[in-house]
């Protein structure tokens, strides 16, 4: 089994493929989780934004995580205050989808930290925000 799971890794990452994967192991298993990293995909430019520094339970917590995902969009969308014309609508563009992708990310964290403050426990994984997007 080993030999063919380091084969589908080994394939994976020979074929370009980007991974970023936390495999958890049932409780009581291991102590921490097994993170496996990929060569990165030279085709799409990706930001992860941090929050374990803040608590999204409150309206100044998940304002300030908006901050930082809009951030993130404009530096992966590559933003430039320059832009005009059909820069501006690419941009825009771009900046859309990623959103489009933010927003369940944000809408899950703030939910995780919601159940936290309220029962103490949550089966909402903690992760980051990803922004990703195909580089042009």
Known sequence: MFNRLNRSL?????????????LAA???AQDSPVVVYGEPDQNIRTERVSYADLNLASTSGEKKLNGRVDRAVE???????GQRGSEVI??????????????PQIAQAVERARQLAQTGTTSIAATAITISVPAN
Do not use: E, M, N
Not at 75 to 81: H, M
């Open 10 to 22: 080994t394939a994976a990452v020979l074929s370009g493929v980007t991974a970023s994967l936390v």
């Open 26 to 28: 049932p409780a009581g």
């Open 75 to 81: 530096r992966v969308c590559l933003f430039d205050i």
């Open 90 to 103: 690419q941009y825009k563009r771009c900046a859309g989808g990623a959103w489009d992708h933010a927003r």
